[in-house]
């Protein structure tokens, strides 16, 4: 499968550890995306890189949160210091600069207890 | 402040009949109007998509009709089957920006036989 891949799938942890995602785009992909999804709403946008370089970040982005992609390939979304506000899905897409069609992964579910 | 509106929040079609979704924008720069679907645990999945440009675009049993002067899209599902049942969100992106999306609330479809 040459999808986009997220690991792990799920993640259950205690309030105030940290936690940290992977995200592998389709090999050619040079875009990347964050976003989170809570249950019965819409993805909503974190960030995005082009490359290696953060190119945004929305307001939903709070300190806690840090995403990187270091070499331009895969990317990791770390959370820290987590609160059950965090629960969510986080979803990780990519797509070519020069294309609108942007595909998801499958999500990794957080779980803040 | 909610930039692409999407209603009905659910939708009940007995098998063979048209379901329909509508969204609406405010935000004239987007320029790209896909709608993703996705099931129970996985990841959204890019469905069919249109550019302002055209009025109606139609892949198989999928049919996007889009209205700029109105600033509203609706998906058509013809010959709805009980395997389409899923949620169903529009998106819009602005030209340029890095194809960040923004979505809908979402569309919970149910297909009955």
């Known amino acids: 499968d040459t999808g986009v891949s997220q690991d792990p799938r799920h993640k259950i942890t205690k309030r105030g550890q940290n936690v940290t995602f992977r995200c592998d785009p389709i090999?050619?992909?040079?875009?990347l995306y964050w976003y989170r999804q809570t249950l019965g709403q819409g993805p909503e946008f974190l960030t995005y890189f082009q490359n290696e370089a953060q190119l945004e970040k929305s307001r939903l982005l709070s300190d806690r949160f840090s995403a990187e992609r270091p070499k331009g390939s895969f990317s990791t979304l770390e959370i820290q210091r987590t609160e059950q506000g965090d629960s969510a899905m986080y979803l990780c897409?990519?797509?070519?600069?020069?294309?609108?069609?942007?595909?998801f992964g499958e999500g990794s579910w957080l779980t803040v207890v | 402040q909610q930039q692409v509106k999407q209603s009905p929040q659910s939708l009940i079609v007995q098998k063979g009949g048209i379901s329909i979704i509508n969204c609406a924008y405010e935000n004239t720069a987007f320029d790209y109007f896909p709608w993703y679907q996705q099931f129970p645990g996985k990841g959204p999945a890019l469905l069919i998509a249109?550019?302002?440009?055209?009025s109606e675009k139609k892949e198989g049993r999928f049919t996007i009709s889009f209205n700029k002067s109105a600033k509203q899209f609706s998906l058509h599902i013809m010959d709805s089957q009980p395997g389409d049942s899923a949620t169903y969100f529009c998106a819009a992106s602005p030209a340029g920006g890095g194809n960040k999306l923004t979505f809908g609330t979402g569309t919970q479809l149910k297909v009955e036989l």
């Open positions: 249109i550019r302002p440009d055209v």
């Open positions: 897409a990519s797509s070519l600069v020069v294309s609108n069609t942007i595909y």
């Open positions: 090999s050619e992909h040079n875009r």
